[in-house]
């Protein structure tokens, strides 16, 4: 970790004050600064839309005002970070959820209200998108651990299951959701057996990498940039996660090590997928940084 003897965090506060959107400088006050919940929750209101959903490129690849199902489910995630998961702004999230799922009840990765509007060129825009659950696992795992009950639910916890439980290739992002749906979904036993199989698929198809020393030996994912590789801190990004006990603890330590020592001199983290655009990877860039840092922070390392 390269600095000049300031600590890890104040060197990202830095970074995150002199780049970083309205809403990562709240979520940085908040989760380092003592700062408040309601001053996060009023910055994300900023990217709601009229149909309960989130868009306005919350998540950077998707630009545009429109909703979409990514921008909801890091919509959620903040929400559930902040304690403020639940209520009516939830209650109009399941509204608008139950609106643009597919026939099967869950939810596309993008809507086709995204045409016209730029995005990443990895991510197509057709005009029947079928259920993904890159999409769907994230959003219905953070509903469930916040107690959170609604009827879209029902079907998209059933399609989250049938996906997890049929997986036999798979990819490290739609493995991250996948987690994310086990993490929080409330059959815990079921779960565990989900996470102990995917977990070993992870390991035989080489979706992790193991030693960062070694890194350019292990392929990357088709499709994926060059150097996106994912670590084992990718998949379980807090302790308490299933993906934890895919991992021995020198795998684990050795992927935290890796995580530090990737901060750069400007104080923030880089962003490992393509940047496609130059105003994307300076909106990534903070998001990726407070991660990084809360990562680092649920597994006792010292950052500031």
Not at 102 to 112: C, F, M, N
């Amino acid at each position: 970790m390269a600095g000049n003897g300031e600590s890890s965090l104040a060197r990202a506060g830095q970074f995150v004050w002199l780049t970083a959107r309205a809403l990562e400088q709240r979520r940085f006050a908040y989760h380092f600064l003592d700062g408040g919940a309601d001053p996060v929750e009023t910055a994300l209101a900023a990217y709601a839309g009229a149909d309960g959903g989130f868009g306005h490129a919350l998540e950077p690849d998707l630009r545009g005002p429109v909703s979409q199902p990514l921008h909801t489910a890091h919509a959620l995630r903040v929400l559930e970070t902040i304690g403020r998961c639940r209520g009516p702004r939830v209650e109009r999230v399941c509204r608008y959820l139950t609106e643009v799922s597919a026939k099967d009840g869950a939810l596309p990765a993008v809507h086709p209200s995204q045409r016209g509007y730029p995005a990443a060129p990895f991510v197509p825009v057709v005009d029947d998108p079928p259920s993904e659950l890159l999409a769907t696992g994230p959003v219905v795992g953070v509903l469930h651990r916040n107690e959170v009950w609604h009827a879209w639910l029902f079907r998209a916890t059933d399609f989250c299951w049938a996906a997890v439980e049929s997986l036999e290739t798979s990819h490290p992002y739609e493995v991250q959701a996948a987690v994310a749906f086990l993490d929080g979904v409330p059959d815990r036993a079921r779960a565990r057996a989900a996470a102990d199989r995917l977990g070993r698929l992870v390991r035989s198809q080489k979706l992790v990498v193991l030693d960062p020393s070694r890194r350019e030996e292990v392929p990357v994912a088709p499709g994926y940039a060059p150097g996106e590789h994912h670590f084992a801190y990718d998949y379980a990004r807090d302790p308490q996660s299933l993906a934890r006990g895919w991992f021995t603890d020198e795998e684990m330590a050795r992927s935290l090590d890796f995580l530090a020592a990737e901060q750069r001199e400007d104080g923030g983290w880089p962003v490992r997928w393509r940047v496609w655009a130059p105003g994307t990877g300076l909106e990534a860039r903070p998001i990726v940084t407070i991660e990084a840092l809360l990562t680092l922070r649920a597994y006792g390392r010292e950052i500031g």
